[in-house]
């Protein structure tokens, strides 16, 4: 994604270039990163699935006891008063609200406003080679805390994981916890084995994947086999097809494990599958 200095955001009520947003040093984000954040696409101008991001994004905040500043109304006008301030059609909005500004102390201030910060990106398109080939995935050990589905700002143990993704050529690691599956370091998981797609069920273990859960219901939609269950390690490696999802990158293949091939080393034909059902649902939203 690329920004450049007339980009525009939002500030605590205020519309103003990016480069020009101040955050104070005692903000809870910046000291603590105490807050959390929702990132929603933009196809055609439009918000894509604002009632599911915004539901998340209330029990994120429920979770860490931070009272909603906006009704989703509200919410959907700053949007779409900010997208409307973008050239490009389609954008990664990236909302982010925190505890705000109180003297730095563990415990929550007695009273306290909230710092509501949001910005809109041109979001790139997956790249076609990713779709014909598929990606390069590692396996790592799930270091993160236990509360994996809030969606907080203090992101260093997946920023950790995913550099090691990095440094090892890959493009995302897939953590496992206890033996199981979890998820990526900002993706959620898939297999196919024997025609059937499985991913974790959603616990505290894993973020609540908007997509992860678009998949799951065009999978019921057109009578494809799907199931949420746990994913062992050795059902991981020996899947016929492994998939990540994620709202900035919708649904990618995972051709290559730990150096290992998955399946020919191509996208998988049910991957092929969903990816047309996936696409059909966002064209027939921008054509609304």
Partial sequence: MTMTSSSMCYLNGEYLPLDEAKVSVLD????FGDGVYEVIPVFNNKL???NEHLTRLQNSLDAIKVSNPNTNNMWCDILNKLVSQHVDSELSVYIQVTRGV???????PDAGNTTVFIMANPMQAVATDVIENGIEAI???DIRWQFCNIKAISLLPNILLKQQAVEKGATEAILIRDGNVSEGTASNA???KNGVITTPPKTSMLLPGITRDLVVELAHQHNLPCEEKAITESELRLADEIWLTSSTKDIVAVTQLDK???GNRKPGEIYRK???LFQDFKKQLMTQ
């Fill in 260 to 262: 290992q091939q998955i």
């Fill in 139 to 141: 396996t790592l050990d």
């Fill in 274 to 276: 969903m990816l047309g």
């Fill in 28 to 31: 809870r984000g910046f000291i």
């Fill in 190 to 192: 898939f297999i196919v």
């Fill in 48 to 50: 894509f699935r604002i």
């Fill in 102 to 108: 109180a003297p730095r102390d563990h415990a929550f």
